[in-house]
């Protein structure tokens, strides 16, 4: 019996409309962690965006890595737009992964 693997495209911020980070996971929970602790390198690290503000989840890689690229190609505004729609108080989302 094949299990159905899950990944998830998901926004992180530096805080309320602050910079925003948009990736692609197959463990949100321990990517979000990843984030925070500083453990990887880059554009995260460097500019501290680790507040889980948005996720979207799916069972198929090619449309999580696609609406991922979809994603980072939009509008600033469109981003925002989104965040704000399903989760306005700007609130971390981490807290409440299972």
């Known amino acids: 019996m094949k299990t159905e693997k899950i990944y998830y495209i998901y ?3 530096s805080k309320r409309n602050g910079t ?3 990736g692609v996971t197959s463990n949100l929970r321990k990517r979000i962690h990843e984030h925070k602790k500083g453990i990887r390198d880059g554009f995260t690290k460097k500019y501290k965006v680790d507040q889980l503000v948005y996720f979207e989840v799916t069972n198929d890689i090619n449309s999580a890595i696609q609406r991922e690229k979809q ?3 939009w509008k600033r505004e469109w981003k925002l737009k989104l965040i704000e729609k399903e989760n306005p108080c700007w609130i971390d989302l981490y807290c409440n992964l299972e």
Do not use: F, R, S, V
């Open 71 to 73: 994603m980072k190609k």
């Open 11 to 13: 926004i992180t911020a």
């Open 20 to 22: 925003l980070y948009i």
